[in-house]
């Protein structure tokens, strides 16, 4: 299965401030995943990042609030905007498994103050 | 949207007791995932299913991928300490391509030694 290093690991932000959050990934990839896991929460889906095409986003998430960059088959930045105290979660990227299913990043532990 | 109804939500058992834990849905996955999250990390699968009524078992785990492409169940036989941490079901939707996956909410697993 591919390894993902994801930073930061976690981070404290003000809030009205961005963070950009990183995946790289050992391997190359079509498809990367972005998810949401707010606190003891499940993980929900933010959006679709294709290398060479503009991301996909689920209902609820705008490009706006959480762009997407994709420059490259190995990595991928997810960054949130303009925070405020709801954005405090665990942001996660994704990929697929070569023998089937999807590996996760360890994640990015936000908190807004 | 498709959605995923994950029961119990949360287990105390003894060690060594056997666990069983599972999710439905409405809509029809052509893929059914189970993960395990560790307090820190992100999700590690366990077992992946891809066609209606497969077993397949990974150790003390089992799943099945139920007839009807709806439901799917985790079985953790003889329980031990390091089986602690939040179990989820996934399900994966979409053509090839176009693929995604929706989470159920977890079932969080304690154990008393």
């Known amino acids: 299965s591919a390894v993902i290093s994801q930073k930061p690991s976690r981070d404290i932000c003000q809030r009205g401030t961005s963070l950009t959050i990183q995946c790289q990934v050992d391997?190359?990839?079509?498809?990367m995943f972005w998810y949401r896991q707010q606190p003891g929460q499940s993980l929900t889906l933010i959006a679709t990042?294709?290398?060479?095409?503009?991301?996909?986003?689920e209902s609820g998430f705008v490009i706006d609030k959480f762009p997407i960059s994709r420059p490259n088959l190995t990595f991928s930045t997810l960054t949130v905007s303009n925070m405020s105290p709801e954005d405090s979660s665990i942001y996660l990227c994704?990929?697929?498994?070569?023998?089937?299913?999807?590996?996760f990043g360890s994640g990015t532990r936000l908190t807004v103050v | 949207g498709q959605q995923l109804n994950q029961s119990p939500q949360s287990m105390f058992i003894q060690e060594g007791e056997d666990v069983s834990m599972n999710c439905t849905s409405s809509?029809?996955?052509?893929?059914w995932l189970w993960y395990k999250q560790d307090p820190g990390e992100g999700p590690v699968l366990l077992i992946a299913?891809?066609?209606?009524?497969e077993l397949t078992s990974n150790g003390r785990l089992t799943a099945q991928f139920g007839i009807t492409r709806k439901d799917s169940f985790l079985n953790i036989s003889a329980s031990i300490p390091s089986d602690v941490g939040i179990y989820f079901c996934?399900?994966?939707?979409?053509?090839?391509?176009?693929?995604?996956?929706?989470f159920g909410q977890g079932t969080r697993l304690t154990i008393n030694p």
């Open positions: 994704s990929v697929p498994g070569s023998r089937g299913g999807y590996t």
């Open positions: 299913l891809y066609k209606a009524g």
């Open positions: 809509s029809i996955f052509n893929t």
């Open positions: 990042a294709n290398q060479g095409s503009e991301a996909t986003y």
């Open positions: 391997s190359q990839v079509t498809m």
């Open positions: 996934a399900g994966q939707v979409g053509r090839q391509g176009a693929q995604k996956l929706v």
